[in-house]
């Protein structure tokens, strides 16, 4: 856990000054590039070091669950990551966190959920009502809708959890009921209680609804007649054991409608209930011990001023190093389960490697960035390319060396000289037929597979195939066509196409680059006096009995030559 530093705090409760406010713009800040590191989690690790921390040294994130954890709820569990194995790899016992939000009240009924395998599904697929009956309840309190897990609440974490174990991050999931239930937040809960007038104080200069003089206490006890969280408390009682507050079950704004109280008139202890966001937050920098936290840049204007001043003049602790990430969007558009713009992990490790994906995390998380399934294949290049840099097989620019030495450990599981990547189209190509032996067969031919290459490499460069062909048949690029191996398909071509096509055969045959061939196609069917188009088509109806196909040139360039040239001359 952190120290407590020297913040301005007094009896009367003093805001935190501009001098000790902590920007949480780490990375975009001028103190960042003072050194200059290769790796943007160096620069955070500095940070933290800095403040000489106590081990273990806690990374913490957290998510409140609601809609589907896509791929963009893992932003905040890779950045962790990626900090977390630096400060390791310094020496350091590290523990990464990460807060299921799970007594959070359940506010509006998602469009789509998803099951525990990943697919994703209407609310009128499911038990919808377990969700609309329960407003206004922690989402630990309402079943499950799927009816498998123990709630709503337990369904989410466990894919959150899923997707990090998919990407090799050992997180220590903490649950908030959990803490509530087990008394863990008990004390912390209490001390908010006790300075309730300095709480309120700092509170209502960020939140209009509270007023500094006014009746407002932070605590949000679960009502015991209709299980909903109300936000009213008519009084505290502190010397009580155990310290309990009673409260009145009055309605809750939820956006843009209200969720209705019951009106019941009861008492709850301090495990029977829940911090506000704007207090809960801090409260679990203290409880957990929290050195560092990233998060999204919505909080970065909101909750993380409030969240500082909280800490320091209401709990009287230090802040942890904040990092504000910027979002990334899915296919140019910001991830949203309702407009059904969203991609699991499930997902996308059926499409490339995990060292990949956790490749994509590892870039400066100061600049936005899109995740195009599209284009995927470009992330793949990248990807290979900051692999062939770490191995000396590219010639880099230094920076790109730096950061290949440093970073790629990170992303692999174990960094192996004799790994076999084939290039990500290539691997589509080879997609287009089923025979894993003809696979290996052609990859060999075309140079990709040494003949000396370890079993292991050879495999693991295989199975980029299987998640190349998912990639095509997912976007219908030009890639996802079935190659007609065994058998040449039914034709009937006329004698000038033939002539043509024997012709093309002959060019090919010599050796020649992709964009070669394609003009060389558009030449020989005017040579002779063949339809451009219907010259194409004769094309695709030998290689893959249809009358398109994907670029020409550039796959026949691809396909092992000695089968492409008979297939042009209606051999084989």
Known sequence: MSADGDADVDGDGA?????????????????ASETRHAFWADTVADRIEERTPEEPIVVKGGISPSGVPHLGNVNEIMRGYFVAEVLRDRGHEVRQVFTADDRDPLRGLPRTLCDLEGNLVDLGEVDAGALGRNLGAPYTDIPDPFGCCDSYGDHFSTIIQDSADAVDVPIDLVSNTDLYESGEFEDVTRFVLEHRDRAREVLSQYQDKVDENGEYVPFNPICAECGKITETVTSVDLENEPPTVDYECTDMDAGDQTIDGCGHEGTATLREGKLPWRFEWPAQWQLLGVDFEPFGKDHAEGSWPSGQDVARNVLEIEPPVPMVYEWFTLEGEPFSSSEGNVILVSDVLELLEPEVLRYF??????????????????????????????????????????FAERVYPFVVEEPREERIRLPYTFAAVLGMTDDPDLREEIARREGHIPEDAPEWAVEGALERVEQARNWARRTGNEFDYELKRTEIPEHDFDADTEAALAELADFIDEGHDPEDIQGEIYETARRHDVDVGDFFAAGYRLFFDEEQGPKLGPFLAKVDREFVVGRLRRER
């Open 15 to 31: 805001n935190t000054t501009e001098s000790d406010a902590i920007s949480p713009y780490t990375l975009q800040s001028e103190e």
């Open 361 to 402: 995390f590892a870039k400066d998380p100061a600049k936005a960035r899109d995740f195009s399934i599209e284009r995927l294949d470009q992330l793949v290049d990248e990807f290979d390319r900051l692999e062939g840099t770490y191995f000396g097989e590219i010639d880099a620019s230094k920076d790109e060396q730096a």
